[in-house]
């Protein structure tokens, strides 16, 4: 355990964002509903909350569902929803006792009174917490939160547009940006995840489906990242 810790302090590694891919794909593979491959999603988020507290990572952002997650079918939309909402009743008590930060990055406008009221009430209940800070993607699309920003910095007026002007009015202003992308499910795309803020983060693809992900899982990506030689354009 020190020595990934040590690992993890020499190189730097703040944040960690993942693209939790191949839930539906692991289901099938095991002839599955797919609602079973996001309920063993849940644990395998479980898993790298709990290790990254243990590695010392002080950032995980982990996309949940996207802007275009709404054109799946309407009963698996409703299911993802639910079990965001249920997830956060069952599991915030633990998560707040473990000093949890919870956040949420998206359009959470759209979604339905009621789980609005359950992530506000996640938000607040963990907002004075100092361990890992979880940011959770939830209708997101980085297009569109790109798109939002400047509107908003039309809006205000500002007529001098600079980089760090921009990251202010991103969805992530109080978040550090990645060092380390991770996707499951062996997919090679981003999928309109984090577009500005990943523009040097390193890349690690695994085959593994993202229900398969676990804590010695994520101590083989952070090893992989300590090799990588960060030149940051240089």
């Given at each position: 355990?020190e020595?990934?810790?040590k690992i993890?302090?020499e190189?730097g590694l703040?944040?960690?964002?993942?693209i939790?891919?191949?839930?539906?794909?692991w289901a099938k593979?095991h002839?599955?509903?797919s609602?079973v491959?996001?309920?063993k999603?849940?644990?395998?988020?479980?898993?790298?909350?709990?290790?990254?507290?243990?590695?010392?990572i002080k950032y995980l952002?982990?996309?949940?569902f996207s802007?275009?997650?709404?054109?799946?079918?309407?009963?698996?939309?409703?299911?993802?929803?639910?079990?965001l909402g249920?997830?956060l009743?069952n599991?915030l008590?633990?998560?707040h006792?473990?000093?949890v930060?919870i956040?949420?990055?998206?359009?959470t406008?759209?979604?339905?009174?009621?789980?609005?009221?359950?992530l506000k009430?996640a938000?607040?209940?963990?907002?004075?917490?100092?361990?890992v800070?979880?940011?959770?993607?939830f209708?997101y699309?980085a297009r569109?939160e790109?798109?939002?920003?400047v509107?908003d910095i039309?809006n205000?007026?500002?007529?001098?547009i600079?980089?760090?002007?921009?990251?202010?009015?991103l969805?992530t202003s109080?978040?550090?940006?990645?060092?380390?992308l991770?996707r499951?499910g062996?997919?090679?795309?981003?999928s309109?995840y984090?577009?500005?803020q990943?523009?040097?983060s390193?890349?690690?693809v695994?085959p593994?489906?993202?229900?398969?992900f676990d804590k010695?899982k994520l101590?083989?990506?952070i090893?992989?990242?300590a090799?990588?030689?960060?030149r940051?354009?240089?």
């Open positions: 355990m020595s990934i810790k993890v302090s190189c703040k944040h960690v964002a993942i939790m891919d191949g839930n539906r794909r593979e002839n599955l509903p609602m491959g996001h309920k999603g849940v644990d395998a988020l479980k898993k790298t909350m709990r290790a990254c507290d243990d590695f010392g952002t982990v996309y949940a802007t275009e997650n709404w054109n799946r079918k309407p009963e698996e939309v409703a299911f993802l929803m639910d079990l249920e997830t009743k599991e008590k633990e998560m006792e473990n000093n930060v956040s949420f990055i998206g359009d406008a759209k979604l339905s009174e009621k789980l609005q009221n359950i009430n938000v607040e209940t963990t907002k004075n917490n100092t361990g800070n979880l940011q959770i993607a209708n699309g569109a790109i798109v939002k920003a509107q039309v205000s007026g500002e007529k001098n600079t980089e760090d002007l921009i990251s202010k009015h969805y109080s978040i550090p940006d990645p060092d380390l991770i499951t062996g997919e090679m795309r981003v309109n984090l577009l500005w990943i523009a040097y390193e890349f690690v695994i593994d489906f993202w229900p398969e010695e101590e083989n990506c090893k992989e990242f090799q990588r030689n960060r940051w354009g240089g």
